[in-house]
């Protein structure tokens, strides 16, 4: 069992940066998939970044790629969303997820998924 509990979320002017984390109990979770997904409100969530359990594949959205970088601790059983050059159009709630595979942006392949976040980025 993982539970995973994110932080970082918070009221941002755009331009600006934000670090998301997400901590995880459960001692796999270093062989855990994660990935990060938001929603906005009246959208349908979208994964937004992904790594591998080692940290050594990534994957961002089009929509963040060269502005938001994905990343991970496993000492730390933590994986961070550093968000910069923060655009209106990220408000959403930020959710993290954990699965049993390389890497998805499928969210029927995350077992564990965390409470979320708010970001809010004004103009």
């Known amino acids: 069992q993982v539970q995973l509990v994110e932080s970082g979320g918070g009221l941002v002017q755009a331009g600006g940066s934000l670090r998301l984390s997400c901590a995880a109990s459960g001692r796999t979770f270093s062989s855990y998939g994660v990935g990060w997904f938001r929603q906005a409100s009246g959208k349908e969530r979208e994964c937004v970044a992904a790594i591998t359990w080692s940290g050594g594949s990534t994957y961002y959205a089009g929509s963040v790629k060269g502005r938001f970088t994905i990343s991970r601790d496993n000492a730390k059983n933590t994986v961070y969303l550093q968000m910069n050059s923060l655009k209106p159009e990220d408000t959403a709630v930020y959710y993290c997820?954990?699965?049993?595979?390389?890497?998805?942006?499928?969210?029927?392949?995350?077992?564990?998924w965390g409470q979320g976040t708010q970001v809010t980025v004004s103009s």
């Open positions: 997820a954990a699965g049993n595979m390389a890497l998805s942006v499928s969210q029927s392949s995350y077992y564990y």
